[in-house]
């Protein structure tokens, strides 16, 4: 289950809204072990493509660094389709490398809808799991 | 010669849980070798089936993604810390 507040997934929809036709994608940092989403960190989509996404190298060395000093890690990794579905693709599947982190999909398909949904991803097989709102 | 490697949460069922190892080489390439011998599996994970750095997976020496720097030539030395970030990535495919 992911828990979450409605200002974070706001600011996922947001971002997604923005940077439409291009898959928008970010983090949101937590403490260790402690599964709470709490710091967003929108990212550059360095692809910057409607159907494909990737950190840069340099940008995600800086975050990764800068949530070790201060005790976090990745709770969520998020990130936009733009034309399909919010469900994780193969190459989603394929590169989904932090075992603990919640893998959230919106998709920007629609004007009315986002279809935020979660995901654990691990070796190489996905579970959906329910998402909880916190006002 | 001891240069410092930071080992991602994904690849640490290689290193026994550890977060940091020790290795040595003069290249990141012979660094890599030697993580190897000392970690047997984890070459596979950072070189791909033509011994090149893996498409998505981020190496840094120090502060620098080693693809700007020199790839598996990248000279490395006792006091650098050599990085690995699976890089974060996906698609609509």
Same mark, same amino acid.
């Given at each position: 289950m992911l828990t979450i507040s409605r200002e974070l997934v706001d600011k996922i929809i947001a971002h997604a809204r923005k940077d439409h *036709?291009? &898959? +928008?994608? =970010?983090?949101? +940092?937590?403490?260790? =072990?402690?599964? %709470? *989403?709490? !710091?967003?960190?929108?990212? &550059? /989509? +360095?692809? !910057?493509? *409607?159907?494909? @996404? &990737?950190f840069d190298s340099q940008?995600?060395? !800086? $975050?990764? %660094? #800068?949530?070790?000093d201060r005790d976090e890690e990745p709770v969520v990794i998020?990130?936009?389709?733009?034309?399909? &579905?919010? @469900?994780?693709?193969?190459?989603? $599947?394929? @590169?989904? /490398? #932090?075992? /603990?982190?919640h893998y959230v999909l919106v998709s920007t398909r629609q004007e009315d809808t986002e279809e935020f949904r979660s995901y654990r991803i691990l070796d190489g097989s996905v579970s959906e799991e329910p998402v909880d709102i916190v006002e | 010669m001891a240069i410092e490697v930071r080992i991602p949460t994904i690849l640490r069922n290689y290193t026994g849980g550890a977060k940091v190892v020790e290795g040595s080489g003069s290249t990141l390439g012979e660094l890599i070798k030697n993580l190897d011998a000392a970690h047997a599996g984890i070459g596979d994970r950072l070189l791909d089936g033509e011994e090149k750095l893996r498409r998505f997976v981020n190496v840094y020496k120090n502060d620098e993604d080693v693809r700007f720097l020199g790839g598996l030539e990248t000279p490395v030395a006792d006091g650098d810390t050599v990085t690995v970030l699976p890089a974060v990535a996906g698609g609509s495919r």
């Open positions: *036709p291009d &898959e +928008a994608c =970010g983090v949101i +940092a937590g403490p260790v =072990g402690g599964d %709470r *989403p709490e !710091r967003f960190i929108p990212m &550059e /989509n +360095a692809a !910057r493509s *409607p159907t494909f @996404y &990737e940008e995600q060395l !800086r $975050v990764w %660094r #800068e949530m070790d998020y990130h936009s389709h733009t034309m399909t &579905e919010a @469900y994780p693709s193969r190459t989603d $599947v394929s @590169y989904a /490398n #932090e075992p /603990n982190a | -």
